[in-house]
């Protein structure tokens, strides 16, 4: 039996290239991003330059070909700095284009996944809907066959990168039972005329931009029926599964951010001639915070490397995503709590972080679902 915990040269290189660009080209952003709640969209050019659109996909396809783990890196140090932007990142690098990746026709991937490799197309993912919660199979939107191709009709929701997408994966239900061979995936270019995108103003994740899609007879053309066939929901699942172990990879950058600010405050911030660090209820504070963040690292990255190994499956993913999200949102909450009345004023990063790790405790599958997947694996039926 070998165990190592120690990161490769490799990945630490890809460590210190992601920090550096967050450094010096993406932290100079965040507040005005922020506050117009406007993506700087050449950012993903500059992110198909350095190679960090393609950290997942081979070589021979464009990519970088590195490993889920180099993925998590990525994810966690843009985290660290704008969750907005990670959020963006996430929504195009993943979800958008990864079944494309692995389900498209060759005509495609020339069309759609190498121009967002490159950062030359901004793509997004069009599954959650208003009344559909995290129940995926009972989506409403629905798409008919016609002549050429299809049209859809729906609705979707809370669509990461929507009002400035190039294109858009739409899940659609191209039969009438409630069964995963009747739901299929289709891209979209966009504009599209039966496409109605409303950005939505947010609390959390404000530097990335987010849709509310009415969707009335949009004319999809037969070229872009994902893999030019039906029933593509195992890809759907697939796909959320891996995810789950990156957006906790996010929720580890965010944990991170939030003990940072809090260990700085706590140093410099003086009461009664003492560093309210020194004083015990804080200094117990910072500890457990340092020791949750820990936990939750060491799982995230095992969850990374099951992915790599192929043994990922959906309750480890469930128990990697719900453990570093709750940590996030904790740690976060504690680093308000040790600023006192700083923490709630945008000077200071808490507040901003705090609101932002709401939203993963939240959205990729809530908490609750995460347990309920979790129960299940033990042989319960919640």
């Not at 043994?311 to 680093?335: H, I, N, P, Y």
Request: charged residues 25%; glycine residues 8%.
């Amino acid at each position: 039996m070998s165990l190592d915990f120690t990161f490769s040269p490799e990945h630490e290189a890809v460590r210190e290239t992601v920090r550096r660009f967050c450094r010096e080209e993406l932290k100079p952003l965040v507040e005005q991003a922020e506050e117009t709640e406007a993506f700087p969209r050449h950012i993903f050019k500059r992110w198909g330059e350095l190679g960090l659109l393609g950290v997942r996909y081979p070589e021979a396809d464009g990519g970088s070909g590195l490993d889920k783990v180099s993925d998590c890196i990525v994810r966690e140090e843009l985290s660290y700095t704008s969750q907005g932007f990670a959020s963006a990142w996430s929504a195009h690098s993943h979800l958008g284009i990864w079944p494309i990746w692995r389900a498209g026709t060759p005509e495609q991937r020339e069309r759609f996944f190498k121009p967002a490799l490159a950062g030359d197309k901004i793509a997004g993912f069009g599954l959650s809907e208003p009344d559909g919660g995290s129940n995926v199979r009972a989506l409403k939107t629905r798409a008919e066959k016609v002549a050429g191709g299809w049209k859809l009709t729906g609705s979707k929701v809370y669509i990461t990168n929507a009002p400035h997408a190039d294109f858009l994966l739409v899940a659609a239900r191209t039969r009438a039972e409630l069964t995963p061979e009747a739901i299929s995936l289709f891209i979209v270019e966009l504009p599209n005329a039966g496409f109605d995108i409303q950005k939505l103003r947010k609390e959390g994740i404000r530097a990335s931009e987010t849709g509310l899609i009415h969707i009335e007879d949009a004319f999809v053309p037969d070229d872009c029926l994902l893999g030019a066939r039906e029933g593509t929901y195992p890809l759907i699942m697939e796909s959320l599964s891996e995810n789950r172990v990156g957006v906790a990879a996010n929720a580890l950058g965010m944990a991170r951010a939030a003990l940072d600010a809090a260990l700085d405050y706590a140093n410099d911030r003086i009461v009664a001639n003492k560093r309210i660090g020194d004083y015990q209820a804080i200094a117990h504070k910072l500890a457990d915070m340092s020791a949750k963040i820990e936990a939750a690292r060491w799982l995230v990255y095992y969850g990374a490397w099951r992915v790599d190994q192929g043994t990922l499956d959906s309750a480890m993913a469930a128990r990697v995503k719900l453990v570093a999200s709750e940590t996030a949102l904790e740690v976060s909450e504690q680093a308000i709590r040790i600023h006192g009345g700083a923490g709630i004023m945008r000077e200071y990063p808490v507040g901003r972080i705090h609101r932002d790790a709401l939203v993963y405790v939240i959205g990729e599958g809530t908490s609750e679902i995460q347990r309920n997947i979790i129960a299940r694996s033990l042989g319960f039926k919640p």
